[in-house]
């Protein structure tokens, strides 16, 4: 079956720092490959989207990678800062639209 | 912010009981979903819908159902509650010219079955 793994662990950086979070993925196949964040008690927001045929996408401060061969996207968040403290999440893309989502992992920055 | 509302925002309610959870949104988008999610867990689609009169099972079996009447609305219901049932409830919804495949999330219903 179709499987997402991100870091389940939380990740403790300090203010300023680059932020590095990974989705590795097994069994599939997908055409793209989205970032969202979430806070606590709140939906998920949408951040990137990033193709198959792309290597990098990059928004401000935001940078996405994907590696169809590795089945891996790499999530930086360069000069981080407390207000990046949160959950992100990848998830896939499926051919109907719908999502498959990784358990996140939880960042937070420290001033 | 989403235009898209969900109530109640928490709700604790005893088991057997029936319950109806609200989602609607105002961006006329066709496209509809419910997922589950529990805490540090990834989001579960359970529902999902294409349009008026269109609602599909997602890939987490649910005991609940759902309808699409209008657009706009898209409503969750459990005919009785259990403790298992305990868990935070998203809606989403998405539009089909986006190419970023973009879902907006409601803010959730948090729900305690006792």
């Known amino acids: 079956s179709q499987k997402i793994e991100q870091n389940s662990e939380a990740l403790n950086i300090q203010e300023g720092k680059t932020a590095t979070l990974t989705c590795n993925y097994t069994n599939y196949s997908p055409a793209y490959l989205q970032w969202y964040r979430q806070d606590p008690g709140r939906g998920p927001v949408f951040l990137l989207l990033i193709r198959e045929n792309e290597k990098e996408k990059r928004k401000e401060r935001l940078k996405v990678t994907f590696d169809t061969t590795l089945k891996q996207s790499l999530f930086h968040i360069t000069a981080s800062q407390p207000a990046d403290s949160a959950t992100y999440l990848c998830a896939l893309v499926g051919n109907t639209g719908k999502l498959i989502f990784g358990q996140g992992t939880t960042l937070q920055v420290k001033p | 912010e989403a235009d898209i509302y969900q109530t109640p925002r928490y709700l604790v309610i005893g088991t057997g009981k029936k319950i109806t959870l609200e989602c609607s949104q105002t961006?006329?988008?066709?496209?509809m979903y419910w997922y589950q999610q529990d805490p540090g867990m990834e989001l579960h689609l359970i529902h999902y819908?294409?349009?008026?009169?269109?609602?599909e099972k997602g890939d987490l079996s649910s005991e609940s159902t759902v309808s699409r009447i209008r657009t706009e609305h898209f409503p969750l219901t459990l005919e009785s509650a259990r403790p298992s049932h305990t868990s935070q409830y998203l809606c989403a919804s998405s539009d089909d010219s986006q190419v970023s495949y973009e879902q907006y999330f409601g803010p959730g219903t948090r729900l305690t079955v006792t």
């Open positions: 819908s294409y349009g008026v009169n269109s609602t």
């Open positions: 961006m006329g988008h066709d496209k």
